[in-house]
């Protein structure tokens, strides 16, 4: 027998319906002609990534943040180098 892969987008919307508690597991899996134990593998590994998904969106948050501070302090630290260059060949003093 031939293993049936299903598309990512396919198993969100049975997945979805699973949580609304609409309809029961079977009668959900048996429309869409998947296993009753398949949907509450999909159904159970969505709510345990929900939280994970959150954390990660923070992360990259706080990780963009700390890369433009760094692009900024090494252009402010650039700029002075160069300041500092043309006040020497200018004879310009503080």
Do not use: C
Request: no cysteine; glycine share 4%.
């Amino acid at each position: 027998m031939k293993r049936k892969y299903h598309s990512a987008s396919f198993k969100a919307k049975v997945v979805l319906e699973a949580i609304r508690e609409q309809r029961t597991i079977n009668e959900i899996a048996s429309s869409y002609g998947i296993h009753p134990n398949l949907l509450s593998q999909w159904k159970k590994q969505a709510l345990d990534s929900l939280p994970e998904m959150f954390k990660n969106r923070r992360a990259k948050a706080q990780k963009d943040e700390e890369a433009l501070r760094d692009r900024l302090y090494l252009q402010i630290g650039q700029l002075q180098v160069e300041l500092d260059w043309l006040k020497k060949k200018t004879g310009f003093s503080d």
